[in-house]
Every structure is written in C-alpha cells, then in structure tokens.
C-alpha cells in the first residue's frame, strides 16, 4: 500500500512537468478557483512550483527558444524535449543529459529547393529551426525530430546520445513543410506487425505552398535511417496517391486557407488527426464587403484507415462543445485515453475504450492575439465518433445527400448508391471520397473556465478513475478528476 502511494505520487509530478514544460510563460501566480458548472461540485488545485519542494523543474538557455514538444520514452521514463534550435533528452528526473544542435542556421523560407541542396539567389539570415514534430520510434531505437528550416527537413537521432543517424534532405519527400508554428504539424508512426515496416503518417499547415506539401499524407519509414527512400509516399502513380493536397481553387475563396493539425494518434483500424481549420463560405469573396469580414473556424476530425494507400478511406467530421448555451468550437489541445471503469459507465462505453479528452475555446472565431480566454474541457467517446461515420458512410452508399467538402472542392458533388454492406472497418472505394459530414458530433463537458484559458490536456485511468491534467496559458497545471455518477458529477483533488 505504502508503496504504491509513493509511486502514485512520482506519476502524478512527472506528468505535471510536462504540462509545465508545454505551457509557457512559467508563472507562479496562485491562482482563485474556477467558476463551479451547474449542479456539481468542483475543488481543483493548482500546483505552485515555487512552493513544491521535490520538484525538479528545467529550462533551455536562452529563454526564447521555447519547448514545443516532449516525447516520454515509456519503457525508461527518459524525456526528450523539441525546442527552438535545440533537442534534448533528459533523465527522468528531469536532469539534462545531452543535447543536440538544429540551428539556427542561414536560410530563407522562400528558398525551394533548400540552399543545402542547390543554390539560392533570396537573402539569406540567421534563421531559427523551431521544433514542429518530435516522435519516438520505439522500434529502431530513434526519435524523429522534425524542424522548420530548410522547407522542414527531419533528422533521426539515437534515443542514447542523440546522435544523428540520418538526415534525409535530397528529394521533394524529405520537405514537410516550412512552416514555423508549433501546433500546425502532427505525425503519427503506425506499425504493421513484425513483417512489414512502420509508416508514417504526417499532417501538416502548408503555410500558403498546397504545391509543394500535401497537407496530409502517409509515408514510408526505413529501417535504415540513411535509406534513401525515407519517407518516399506509401503509394504514388499517375492517378492515386497517399496523399492529399489543397486544391490551388480553395485559396482563391479563402487566400490565406489552411489547416492546423493540434493531435493526431491511431486506434484499432485507423489513424485520427485533429484540425483547425477556416469554414469555407459560400462560393468566391467578391467587392470590397470581404476584405472586412472575420474568417470563422471550425474544429474537425479526419480519419483514415491504416491500410488505405490511395487514401479513399478520409473522413472529416466537425467537432465542438456546447455547454451552459455558450459554443466551444476551437480547438487547442487533445489526448487520447482510456475510459476507465467509472467515466465508461457514464459515457456507456466500456473501461478499456478510448476517449478523446478536448479542450476548446469559445466561439469560432480565432484572432491569436485577442482570442477569448473562455476554454471548456470536454470529453468524446471515440466509439461514438466511429458511429456517426459509419452511418454517414452508410447513408452516401444509398445515395442520399453530397460528399460536403468544400475545401476539397467536392461539396456539391452528390453520393451515388452501391449494393454493399458498410461495417466498422469500411475503408471507402474510389466512390464517394473523400467525405465530410455537416453535423457537429458534440462532446460532453466536463469543466469551463473563463479566467486562465486553458492550453493543453493529458490524461490517464488510476483506480478505475479518469484523471485530467489541464495547463493553463499562465503555466498552472490544474489536476481535475471526474467521477461521474447517475445523480450529478464531481470534482477531486488528487495527489
Ligand atoms: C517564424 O517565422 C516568422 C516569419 O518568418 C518570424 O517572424 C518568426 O520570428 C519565426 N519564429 C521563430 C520562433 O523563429
Ligand atoms: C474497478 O471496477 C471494477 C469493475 O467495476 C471493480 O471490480 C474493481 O474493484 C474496481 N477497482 C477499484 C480499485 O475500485
């Protein structure tokens, strides 16, 4: 018993590090308690790490060069840190035990091919090379770290000591985009079994260049890090590739068009994205009444079937939350989760069945610098997600309504009916895909908070209990735990 609580308490600051870590500016500010939803009762803590006295707490160099991304190696606890020209690995105590340089370097983003291929003629400066992508390949013992200069080239690193086992940079494969916002490119590594090779599947903002990066695609991932066809598309012929890219006609409704990948991960048959994106009006912007009027957002998730190597089987389907009357359709963060005994019995699913733990801010409208404060953590079964497609699905093979996506210019285009049984696993036909759906599926809930908008969300099941971690855009970590019962729900301190 003692042990298991001491253990319990190691967990529980490891994962606050690294919301801490994701969340700057680090503030120390305590903070008042949340504004309490409707017929429950909330106590949340916030942990002050000036307070906390076994609390081990790291920071980069140079205070600018900010942490985009952290990657935890599961089987020894050592974390790695992506940040602005910098990858680090740290022991699990979060003491630094190497690094390893990626910038910053000459470069101008309008230079394609990059100037380490061939020369360029565009001014050349000290660029930083900001951290976009950085995944574990448990397989070959390697990290993925992926940066924004050079058209956004990856380097494989040893997960011991970091060295550079590959740096692919020759081919139009190799650029993933240059686009230097962190939270605009998600990757996720898909394994097939010890007889075929992992794939990756990269999502990425294009930042203006839709003939250059397809936003989204699937990749090959060599065994070999200095394989030449790293990261070459899983399918490409004349006609059908793994891959999609935005249509050039999109921008001329919508010119500075693009989608944000926040998260992305896989389960069972399938590899999930989730986006921002702008909402695409209705047909061209004309006269002068356009340039003024506010680009609205909408949050989606994008699914494709792990096998599917012509990408027929891509899904999109609008996201958002709805609590107290007030629209939560932004997305900022996400994490995949297991239900656990107790949220399962309330979302009618079972313990070991995935959730997807959200958080959104209000409104659809994103301006960076003055968006609203106001954020909602909400939950979704992914069960019910996979439902609502399949019955999309089912309904556009009996011919009944359009394919509905205007940013892939197939919005009007309406389904056509075929004779076949669609099950959960339906992976599409070169009929009727790409496909959208119009209806949100709305997530439930669980927390608001109009003070210290929230930014990024993990989660995990401890006895039987679904426990959320929320950062905050002021640093604070907030550790929230639901028990949803028949007669109400609540919230706990923990830990
Ligand atoms: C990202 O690129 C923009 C435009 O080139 C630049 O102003 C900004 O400083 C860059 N961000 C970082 C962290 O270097
Ligand atoms: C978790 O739930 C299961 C099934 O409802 C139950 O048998 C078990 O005792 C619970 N465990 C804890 C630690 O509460």
């Given at each position: 018993?003692?042990s ?34 409707d ?19 790291f920071?980069?160099?140079?205070p ?11 089987r ?11 990858i680090?690995?740290l022991?699990?105590?979060?003491n630094?035990?190497?690094y ?5 370097d ?10 380490i ?11 930083n090379?900001?951290?976009k992508?950085?995944l574990?390949?448990y ?7 992926c940066?924004?200069?050079y058209?956004?080239?990856?380097k494989?690193l040893?997960?011991d ?6 740096e692919?940079?020759?081919?139009k494969?190799h ?5 230097n916002e ?8 898909v ?17 203006g260049?839709p ?14 890090s ?5 990261f070459a598309?899983?399918f ?6 793994s ?27 399938f590899?999930?994205?989730l ?25 989606k ?5 792990k096998?599917?190597t ?13 609590k ?29 069945d995935?959730?997807?733990f959200?958080i959104?801010?209000k409104?659809?409208?994103?301006r ?15 069960r ?26 197939v919005?009007?285009?309406?389904c ?29 809930p669980l ?17 039987n ?10 640093g ?20």
């Amino acid at each position: 018993m003692e042990s298991h609580h001491t253990r319990t308490q190691t967990s529980c600051l490891t994962l606050c590090c690294f919301l801490l870590a994701l969340a700057p500016p680090l503030s120390l500010a305590s903070r008042p308690l949340p504004h309490a939803p409707d017929g429950a009762t909330i106590i949340t803590a916030s942990i002050n790490a000036a307070e906390e006295e076994d609390y081990s707490t790291f920071s980069t160099e140079n205070p600018e060069w900010k942490f985009n991304h952290v990657a935890v190696d599961e089987r020894n606890g050592n974390v790695y840190l992506g940040a602005v020209n910098r990858i680090y690995k740290l022991s699990p105590d979060l003491n630094v035990q190497v690094y390893h340089e990626t910038g910053p370097d000459e470069d101008n983003r309008k230079c394609y091919p990059p100037r380490i291929v061939q020369p360029c003629s565009e001014p050349l400066s000290l660029t930083n090379n900001v951290n976009k992508m950085l995944l574990m390949d448990y397989r070959e013992n390697r990290l993925l770290a992926c940066g924004s200069l050079y058209q956004g080239i990856c380097k494989l690193l040893r997960l011991d000591d970091l060295f550079k086992l590959g740096e692919p940079f020759h081919k139009k494969e190799h650029y993933l985009s240059g686009v230097n916002e962190s939270g605009s490119v998600f990757g996720v590594i898909v394994s097939y079994g010890d007889s075929s090779p992992d794939k990756l599947f990269v999502a990425t903002a294009v930042d203006g260049k839709p003939e250059y990066f397809p936003t989204i695609s699937s990749r090959k991932l060599a065994r070999n890090s200095e394989e030449d066809g790293m990261f070459a598309y899983v399918f490409h012929d004349e006609f059908v590739a793994s891959m999609i890219k935005i249509p050039s006609d999109t921008f001329t409704i919508v010119p500075d068009f693009d989608i944000y990948y926040v998260y992305g991960f896989g389960s069972g048959n399938f590899v999930y994205f989730l986006t921002l994106q702008p909402e695409m009006g209705n047909g061209p912007a004309t006269g002068s009444s356009s340039a003024g009027r506010e680009q609205v957002y909408t949050s989606k998730i994008v699914r494709l079937c792990k096998d599917d190597t012509a990408f027929n089987s891509y899904v999109e389907v609008p996201l958002g939350c709805v609590k107290g009357g007030v629209e939560y359709r932004l997305l900022q963060a996400a994490y995949l989760s297991k239900a656990g005994a107790i949220l399962g019995r309330s979302l009618g699913v079972g313990p070991d069945d995935d959730v997807l733990f959200t958080i959104f801010s209000k409104g659809q409208k994103r301006r960076p610098r003055e968006a609203s404060q106001e954020s909602a953590l909400c939950v979704f079964a992914l069960r019910e997600i996979n439902e609502r497609i399949k019955e999309r699905l089912q309904s556009c093979y009996k011919g009944e309504g359009t394919l509905d996506l205007a940013w892939l210019k197939v919005k009007d285009i309406r389904c056509s009916s075929a004779l076949l049984t669609i099950d959960d696993n339906f992976c599409g036909l070169d009929m009727n895909a790409p496909l959208g759906v119009s209806e949100m599926v709305q997530g439930i809930p669980l927390f608001s908070d109009s003070t210290d908008k929230m930014t990024s969300v993990i989660a995990y099941v401890y006895k039987n209990h679904s426990l959320a971690f929320v950062g905050t855009k002021s640093g604070r970590v907030k550790k929230v735990e639901r028990v949803v019962l028949r007669e109400g729900s609540r919230w706990r301190e923990w830990c």
